[in-house]
Protein backbone atom coordinates (compact mmCIF):
# COMPACT_ATOMS: atom_id res chain seq x y z
CA UNK A 1 0.00 0.00 0.00
CA UNK A 2 1.26 3.62 -0.48
CA UNK A 3 2.98 5.27 2.04
CA UNK A 4 3.24 8.79 2.84
CA UNK A 5 5.23 10.80 5.16
CA UNK A 6 5.08 14.53 5.88
CA UNK A 7 8.18 17.39 7.11
CA UNK A 8 9.06 20.21 6.81
CA UNK A 9 6.93 22.17 9.37
CA UNK A 10 8.14 24.30 11.94
CA UNK A 11 7.69 27.63 13.81
CA UNK A 12 7.82 30.90 11.63
CA UNK A 13 6.96 34.68 11.69
CA UNK A 14 4.21 35.95 9.70
CA UNK A 15 4.51 36.42 6.26
CA UNK A 16 7.38 34.25 5.90
CA UNK A 17 7.59 30.65 4.07
CA UNK A 18 7.61 27.40 4.69
CA UNK A 19 7.91 24.47 2.24
CA UNK A 20 6.05 20.90 3.36
CA UNK A 21 7.15 18.15 1.61
CA UNK A 22 5.69 14.40 1.16
CA UNK A 23 7.65 11.36 0.75
CA UNK A 24 5.42 8.62 -1.18
CA UNK A 25 6.23 4.91 -1.28
CA UNK A 26 4.45 1.44 -2.25
CA UNK A 27 2.41 1.48 -5.61
CA UNK A 28 3.14 4.94 -6.57
CA UNK A 29 1.63 4.43 -9.87
CA UNK A 30 -1.91 3.91 -8.74
CA UNK A 31 -2.19 7.58 -7.28
CA UNK A 32 -4.44 9.77 -9.40
CA UNK A 33 -4.53 13.11 -6.89
CA UNK A 34 -2.84 14.31 -3.80
CA UNK A 35 -3.33 17.15 -1.85
CA UNK A 36 -2.99 18.78 1.55
CA UNK A 37 -5.39 19.23 4.38
CA UNK A 38 -4.99 21.59 7.33
CA UNK A 39 -6.49 20.77 10.93
CA UNK A 40 -6.50 22.76 13.62
CA UNK A 41 -7.37 22.10 16.99
CA UNK A 42 -10.94 21.60 17.69
CA UNK A 43 -11.47 22.04 13.42
CA UNK A 44 -12.53 19.05 10.97
CA UNK A 45 -9.26 18.26 9.15
CA UNK A 46 -10.28 21.23 6.10
CA UNK A 47 -8.46 21.44 2.36
CA UNK A 48 -6.06 23.42 1.17
CA UNK A 49 -4.65 22.31 -2.29
CA UNK A 50 -4.29 19.39 -4.75
CA UNK A 51 -2.78 18.31 -7.68
CA UNK A 52 -2.59 15.35 -10.19
CA UNK A 53 0.06 13.40 -9.59
CA UNK A 54 0.96 13.09 -13.27
CA UNK A 55 1.32 16.79 -12.63
CA UNK A 56 -0.40 19.67 -14.36
CA UNK A 57 -4.11 20.63 -13.04
CA UNK A 58 -3.96 22.36 -9.20
CA UNK A 59 -6.78 23.55 -7.21
CA UNK A 60 -6.84 25.74 -4.21
CA UNK A 61 -8.80 26.64 -0.98
CA UNK A 62 -9.83 30.67 -1.58
CA UNK A 63 -7.64 31.00 1.65
CA UNK A 64 -4.36 30.11 -0.23
CA UNK A 65 -4.81 31.04 -3.58
CA UNK A 66 -1.93 33.11 -4.39
CA UNK A 67 0.22 32.10 -1.15
CA UNK A 68 0.49 28.86 -1.78
CA UNK A 69 2.03 26.22 -4.14
CA UNK A 70 1.74 23.19 -4.61
CA UNK A 71 4.19 20.80 -6.92
CA UNK A 72 4.61 17.30 -7.60
CA UNK A 73 8.24 15.81 -8.36
CA UNK A 74 7.46 12.41 -9.78
CA UNK A 75 10.85 10.73 -10.19
CA UNK A 76 11.72 11.02 -6.51
CA UNK A 77 8.12 10.17 -5.48
CA UNK A 78 7.51 13.43 -3.74
CA UNK A 79 4.80 15.94 -3.57
CA UNK A 80 5.88 19.89 -2.16
CA UNK A 81 3.81 22.41 -0.52
CA UNK A 82 5.38 25.76 -0.56
CA UNK A 83 3.79 28.22 1.60
CA UNK A 84 4.58 32.06 1.38
CA UNK A 85 3.12 34.86 3.13
CA UNK A 86 1.97 33.17 5.87
CA UNK A 87 -0.15 34.25 8.75
CA UNK A 88 -1.23 33.12 12.25
CA UNK A 89 -4.61 31.50 11.10
CA UNK A 90 -2.39 29.25 8.71
CA UNK A 91 -1.48 27.33 12.18
CA UNK A 92 -2.59 23.73 12.14
CA UNK A 93 -1.42 20.08 11.44
CA UNK A 94 -1.05 20.02 7.71
CA UNK A 95 -1.97 16.36 6.48
CA UNK A 96 -0.93 14.78 3.04
CA UNK A 97 -2.99 12.71 1.09
CA UNK A 98 -3.31 10.59 -1.63
CA UNK A 99 -6.15 9.10 -3.94
CA UNK A 100 -7.35 6.78 -6.50
CA UNK A 101 -10.06 7.16 -9.17
CA UNK A 102 -13.17 6.29 -8.35
CA UNK A 103 -15.40 3.05 -9.80
CA UNK A 104 -16.59 5.63 -12.38
CA UNK A 105 -13.89 7.36 -13.08
CA UNK A 106 -13.86 10.27 -10.84
CA UNK A 107 -12.11 12.28 -8.53
CA UNK A 108 -13.34 15.52 -6.07
CA UNK A 109 -10.49 17.38 -5.23
CA UNK A 110 -11.25 19.25 -2.11
CA UNK A 111 -13.22 15.72 -0.27
CA UNK A 112 -11.43 13.93 2.21
CA UNK A 113 -13.86 10.94 0.79
CA UNK A 114 -11.27 11.00 -2.43
CA UNK A 115 -7.93 10.19 -0.61
CA UNK A 116 -7.15 6.23 0.46
CA UNK A 117 -4.01 7.13 1.96
CA UNK A 118 -3.04 9.58 4.68
CA UNK A 119 0.69 10.75 6.12
CA UNK A 120 1.14 11.34 10.01
CA UNK A 121 0.91 15.39 9.94
CA UNK A 122 3.47 17.88 10.46
CA UNK A 123 2.53 20.79 12.63
CA UNK A 124 3.23 24.36 11.25
CA UNK A 125 2.73 27.35 13.71
CA UNK A 126 2.71 30.53 12.60
CA UNK A 127 3.99 33.73 15.20
CA UNK A 128 2.45 37.28 14.96
Known amino acids: QVQLVESGGGLVQAGGSLRLSCAAS????????MGWFLQAPGKEREFVAA????????FYADSVKGRFTISVDNAKNRLYLQMNSLKPEDTAVYYC?????????????????????WGQGTQVTVSS
Open 97 to 117: AAGRLDYIGSFYWGQRRSYDY
Open 51 to 58: IMWSGGRT
Open 26 to 33: GPTSSIYG
